[in-house]
């Protein structure tokens, strides 16, 4: 079945990185395209960026230019790499995919930003 795992979310600085990882099972993730979301407190779920099978990027405005969204197909993972984080990136985030019509969710990773 289709399984999402997410790691490396933290309690980091505000300017500070943190790298986030999604290894994937259950489906042929060289040719699907993959996405990060962010759930805040008393906020609905958002689209942070997302990279297609052959490796375009879209990015949320409020993200642009401060976090970047890889794949290496060889080890089924999504990285989603953030720099430069503010207090409002605190939130769940998630990876999740579209697979036969249907889309699928991690268990989420919490990044919080504070000082």
């Known amino acids: 079945q289709v399984q999402l795992v997410e790691s490396g979310g933290g309690l980091v600085q505000p300017g500070g990185s943190l790298r986030l990882s999604c290894t994937v099972s259950g489906f042929t993730f060289s040719s699907s395209a993959m996405s990060w979301y962010r759930q805040a407190p008393g906020r609905e779920r958002e689209s942070v960026a997302r990279i297609s099978s052959f490796g375009t990027t879209n990015y949320a405005d409020a993200v642009q230019g401060r976090f970047t969204i890889t794949r290496d197909n060889a080890k089924n993972t999504v990285l989603l790499q953030m720099n430069s984080l503010k207090l409002e990136d605190t939130a769940v985030y998630y990876c999740?995919?579209?697979?036969?019509?249907?889309?699928?969710w991690g268990q989420g990773t919490q990044v919080t930003v504070s000082s």
């Open positions: 999740s995919v579209i697979w036969g019509s249907r889309r699928y």
